[in-house]
């Protein structure tokens, strides 16, 4: 599967999605290639916004990035969508209703959507969203919007990735009644109230001005007070406001240096993590270490070994 370099530079959607294949795929060859690939994009990488969008499903992400995205793109910029969904199947099963919910985004030329890798690629699902992602970038996309579900660590992972960190919320009831994990709002840079329409108008508006308390009390003497908007994506009203408050808090990070402080911990761990993959990576294919590896498991499981032990006499097998 070889990648036309240039064509990727020149932004073209099909070998940009050849791209993302070949980094998602989990034959050995493959990710020996997209391995290479990702070394030669690298320097062409960095230069766009990236942001996350999170929430519990059901709150309106896929229907918040359809408006959010036709705003950015009506500003003339190109945004990218990468969907992290742990749960989705090989087939993307929950990708279908996306594309529904992004039926004017996905027909825009300014904007490439792409549904969640397999959750059982190699690395982990975020793993694999960092490479599309440098990928986009690399294909000249101005913005690339990250949409996850609020599963397992998924909202970790993704916030891990990202310049900035979107949470959606539904009018009415606390973030426990919302099923929002402890931690999650600590992550936010902004967040929105959504489906602030019809009967839930009101209620909305006191759920905004709830969370914007809390904020409030919540901020040290000189940090920037999160901010709490409200929207509804379906109606699309307020959705410019929103595309405001984000860049101009964007550009702000950017001007503190806050921004490229916080990539570069990314870097640190993603690094990190590189090692861990790479370690067990190589771990594994020795054939007899992954055999001995099974031994030794099935052993501490009948209480014939202890873990130690175990993973001590693992890593001196491997090291000899
Ligand atoms: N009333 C209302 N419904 C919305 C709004 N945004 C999304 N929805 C509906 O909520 C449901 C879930 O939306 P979806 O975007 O798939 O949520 P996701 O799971 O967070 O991606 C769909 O039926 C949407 O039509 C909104 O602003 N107002
Ligand atoms: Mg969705």
């Known amino acids: 599967m070889s990648i036309d ?9 099909r070998t940009l999605a050849k791209a993302i294949t070949l980094v998602e795929s989990t034959n050995t060859n493959h990710q020996k290639e997209a391995q290479e690939l990702i070394q030669k994009i690298l320097p062409q990488t960095g230069k766009s916004f990236r942001i996350g969008i999170s929430g519990t499903p059901g709150v309106g992400k896929s229907t918040f990035i359809e408006a959010f995205g036709k705003e950015l793109t009506s500003r003339g910029l190109k945004i990218a969508v990468l969907a992290v969904d742990p749960t989705s199947p090989v087939s993307g099963g929950s990708i279908l209703g996306d594309k529904t919910r992004m039926e004017e985004l996905s027909q825009d030329s300014n904007a490439f959507i792409r549904p969640s890798p397999s959750s059982g690629s ?11 992602l440098l990928l986009c970038e690399a294909a000249g996309f101005d913005v690339i919007l990250v949409e996850t579900v609020g599963v397992g660590q998924s ?3 993704v916030a891990d990735l990202v310049d900035y960190f979107t949470l959606l919320m539904l ?7 919302q099923g929002i994990k402890k931690g999650i709002l600590e992550l936010a840079d902004i967040v929105i109230v959504n489906k602030a329409d019809g009967a839930n108008k009101q209620n909305a508006e006191t759920t905004k ?3 914007q308390n809390a904020f409030n009390l919540m901020a040290g003497h000189d940090e920037s007070v999160v901010q709490v908007l409200s929207c509804s994506a379906l109606e699309k009203s307020n959705i410019k406001e929103i595309a405001d408050t984000v860049f101009s808090n964007l550009d702000e990070l950017k001007k503190s240096g806050s921004l490229d402080k916080k990539r570069k911990e990314q870097n640190i761990s993603w690094f990190k993590r590189l ?8 771990l594994f294919s020795d054939k007899e270490t992954a055999k001995l ?3 030794l498991s099935e052993k501490v499981g009948a209480s014939k070994a202890n873990p130690l032990d175990s993973a001590k006499q693992l890593i001196d097998k491997f090291l000899s």
């Not at 009018?171 to 009644?177: F, I, K, T, V």
């Open 293 to 295: 590896y099974n031994e």
């Open 5 to 13: 370099l240039k064509l990727l530079h020149s932004g073209d959607r």
């Open 122 to 132: 190699l690395g982990g699902v975020a793993f694999k969203t960092r490479e599309a």
């Open 171 to 177: 009018p009415g009831g606390g973030d426990e009644l």
């Open 155 to 157: 909202e970790y992972e």
């Open 275 to 282: 090692v861990d993959e790479l370690l067990k990576k190589s």
């Open 209 to 211: 001005n709830d969370y």
